[in-house]
């Protein structure tokens, strides 16, 4: 989200029965993963360490019972991330729901920004 983001904003958090929470950090490291092809890079990109960003997917991993990010080993070849179907699917599916969310929320958003002297 930018800086001249418009407030008040929502941010949604899911939580799963199997005690996995996909929210818009974890959502945004699958991005930047996808985008640069590797968890340390999406990791420096996020100002996050590689072994917090390695964490939040193992995170994903386990509780949702699917690999969401394959690695491949570094080494001469160079190693690497993408997205599996299932980590394509949590990212599609939160924004649908971010985006639904937005999209009724919006007239209270505005009530209450108005009610903050902002609109």
Known sequence: MSESAVYPRLSIRVELAA?????????????????????SAA???LKMSYRRAWELVEDLNRGLGTTVVATAAGGAGGGGARLTGAGQAVVSEYRKLEAASDAAAAPHLAALRRLAGDG
């Open 19 to 39: 005690g996995v929470r996909i929210g818009p950090g974890k959502v945004l490291l699958l991005e930047e993963i996808a985008r640069s092809g590797s968890i």
């Open 43 to 45: 990791g420096r990109k």
